[in-house]
């Protein structure tokens, strides 16, 4: 079954470190989404891209960089990390003109 | 897009049909209704969308009344897993991108045993 995945699930780094997350999906879509999700604040686009090539940024993109070479992957790096990038970090994708958004479990990023 | 607004909370008996409203009373008419849920330490995930027909599928049917200004998401014979909080939003179906989903504080359902 196609599916989308992230890895790593759980992830304690210290500030100032790179550190990529990553995002997989197998259903071919052309968008993907990287979103962060706080007490408090909801769901925050983060990242998204339309295709190969294609990127742009959301509404809390400072500190964080995406690139996307092929079809199935987004990652996710955040340059150096920092306290407050201390998130739930889920990546999503959907197929063009489609709003019907489908998620990874989540990436769980602890920055000390 | 517009806004909607739904109760904070409801309970719902395992087993029965758990109806979840949803009020749109400024919606355009190129919006479509979503749902979304997210169960507890999950990604969230869609459920269904319509625009001014009634809908279901294999997890839930969805209502919208005639004026489009309000929608009630049907699950039919809700269980334990069914316990999350569900999100009403409306927007616009866009030319090849997907737009950006922000939810609101939705509906914690409980069902409850």
């Known amino acids: 079954d196609a599916e989308i995945t992230q890895s790593p699930r759980h992830k304690i780094t210290e500030t100032g470190r790179q550190v990529t997350l990553a995002c997989h999906q197998t259903?071919?879509?052309?968008?993907m989404f990287w979103y962060r999700q706080d007490l408090g604040h909801g769901l925050r686009l983060i990242h998204y891209s339309y295709g190969v090539q294609d990127t742009n940024k959301g509404e809390v993109s400072d500190g964080y960089s995406v690139s996307r070479s092929n079809t199935e992957d987004l990652p996710l790096t955040l340059e150096s990390a920092a306290s407050s990038q201390t998130s739930v970090y889920f990546c999503?994708?959907?197929?063009?003109?489609?709003?019907?958004?489908?998620f990874g479990p989540g990436t769980r990023l602890t920055v000390l | 897009d517009a806004k909607t607004t739904q109760p904070p909370s409801m309970d719902c008996a395992e087993g029965r049909a758990a109806n979840l409203p949803c009020n749109h009373s400024t919606i355009s008419g190129n919006e479509y209704v979503y749902w979304y849920r997210q169960i507890h330490s999950q990604g969230p995930q869609y459920i269904i969308h319509?625009?001014?027909n009634n809908e279901t599928n294999e997890m839930a049917s969805l209502i919208i009344t005639e004026d489009r200004k309000s929608s009630t998401l049907i699950l039919p014979h809700a269980t334990l897993r069914d316990t999350a909080v569900y999100y009403c939003?409306?927007?616009?179906?866009?030319?090849?991108?997907?737009?950006?989903?922000?939810f609101g504080k939705g509906t914690k359902l409980s069902v409850i045993p």
């Open positions: 319509g625009l001014k």
């Open positions: 939003i409306a927007l616009p179906v866009s030319g090849a991108g997907s737009y950006q989903l922000t």
């Open positions: 259903w071919n879509h052309n968008n």
């Open positions: 999503a994708s959907s197929s063009s003109g489609r709003n019907e958004q489908f």
